[in-house]
Nanobody, 123 residues
Framework: QVQLVESGGGLVQAGGSLRLSCAAI????????MGWFRQAPGKQREFVAG????????SYTDSVKGRFTISRDNTKNTVYLQMNSLKPEDTAVYYC????????????????WGQGTQVTVSS
């Protein structure tokens, strides 16, 4: 069992930056691949970025490549999403999720989810 708690969301102007954090409560955090997803009003939840259990493999959706960076610190049971050059279309609720089977981009492949944190980018 893993409990996930996101933080770091907020309101930022276009071009600005935010860093999201996701703290995991559980003994086996380091054995899970982790992902960040987002859901905008009226849209389906979509994959943003993912990282393998060791941190050695990362994956990004095309729209955030070069702007977002996912990382993890297994000593702190935390995964991060550094978001730079934010755009209004990045506005969404951001969720972190844990996948015990390995890094993937499908929402139904993830086993545990946080409650989400709101990111709003103004133009």
């Amino acid at each position: 069992q893993v409990q996930l708690v996101e933080s770091g969301g907020g309101l930022v102007q276009a071009g600005g930056s935010l860093r999201l954090s996701c703290a995991a409560i559980g003994r086996t955090f380091s054995s899970y691949a982790m992902g960040w997803f987002r859901q905008a009003p009226g849209k389906q939840r979509e994959f943003v970025a993912g990282i393998s259990w060791s941190g050695g493999i990362t994956s990004y959706t095309d729209s955030v490549k070069g702007r977002f960076t996912i990382s993890r610190d297994n000593t702190k049971n935390t995964v991060y999403l550094q978001m730079n050059s934010l755009k209004p279309e990045d506005t969404a609720v951001y969720y972190c999720a844990a996948d015990r089977h390995g890094l993937g981009s499908r929402t139904d492949g993830y086993d545990y989810w946080g409650q989400g944190t709101q990111v709003t980018v103004s133009s």
